[in-house]
Structure formats: C-alpha cells, structure tokens
C-alpha cells in the first residue's frame, strides 16, 4: 500500500486564522465586486445617454461574472458563519440572498428578452443594494471572528 506524502510539507493553520485571511479576501473582493457593478451601470447609463439600445450579448459575460462573484462571497461568508458559531439561518440574511438571487434573476430576463431598458433598473435598484448588504454582513462576521481568534488585516488598519 502506497502513502501519499503529498500534503506532509503543507502549512497546518488554525481555523480562525484561515476564517480571517477568507473574510480579509472577501471584504476586498466585494468592493472590487461593487465596483465592476459601478462600471456596468455607467457603461449603461453611457450607451442609453447615447440613444442607442444595450446590447445584452455584450453584458452578458460582465453578468455572468457579478453572478460567480456573488456565489463565491456567499459561499464564504456561509462558511466562515458557520465556523464561528453564529446562527446560520436567520431571517435577514435569508433576506440578502434573496435579494441578490431577485436580482441577477431579473436581469438575466430582461437580458434574455431584450428587455434592456430595465437592466440599470436591476442593477442600481435591485443588485446593489443586496450587494451593500452582503458587504456589511462580511465586515459584520470579520469583526466577530477577530474578537473570538486571529486579528484581520484588513479590518486592523
């Protein structure tokens, strides 16, 4: 039978620290997130200032992007939660996640249907703000993290 030696040179970290180097990464890739989602409204607000349609086959990889972004920072923020013994089902964050799924929902529909009159609509109204409210929510379970273990970098300066 053959060892696998593999992982034997690896770096063993705590849970906390690797629960705040996550959240570190998460917190500055939401605001890079928000931001794209900034350039994509003007980009809109731009071509629609120019009467001329939004082409949705254009946006559409932009789209797809915000919604693998979207998934990652969920799926860390729901991870890390989970880590830190905070409740993991509660009606507000149920709330964001709807909020952010609504949204990309919306937009891909209106992309589909060429309906792109509304994708600023989806993406100022709908998606933003269920990105501002995940945001906070990172920066919320990072400060708990920090005061239960390893001190974040980011949330340090």
């Not at 629960?19 to 890739?29: I, K």
């Not at 400060?143 to 974040?152: D, L």
Request: charge should be negative; charged fraction near 30%.
């Amino acid at each position: 039978m053959l060892i696998d030696n593999s992982y034997k040179d690896l770096e063993i970290k705590p849970v906390s620290e690797l629960m705040a180097e996550s959240l570190d990464s998460a917190v500055l890739y939401s605001d890079k997130l928000k931001g794209g989602v900034r350039e994509l409204m003007l980009e809109v607000e731009e071509t629609r200032g120019k009467g001329v349609i939004v082409d949705g086959d254009k946006i559409l990889p932009t789209v797809v992007a915000i919604m693998e972004g979207v998934e990652w920072l969920m799926k860390i923020y729901n991870k890390c939660q989970f880590f830190s013994s905070r409740p993991i089902f509660n009606d507000e964050d149920n709330l964001i996640k709807s909020k952010i799924l609504s949204a990309l929902q919306l937009l891909i529909d209106h992309i589909e249907t060429d309906e792109t009159d509304h994708i600023l609509y989806d993406l100022r109204d709908e998606l933003t703000p269920g990105l501002n409210m995940l945001d906070a929510k990172l920066k919320e379970l990072a400060k708990f993290s920090n005061k239960r273990g390893v001190k974040s970098g980011i949330l340090m300066q």
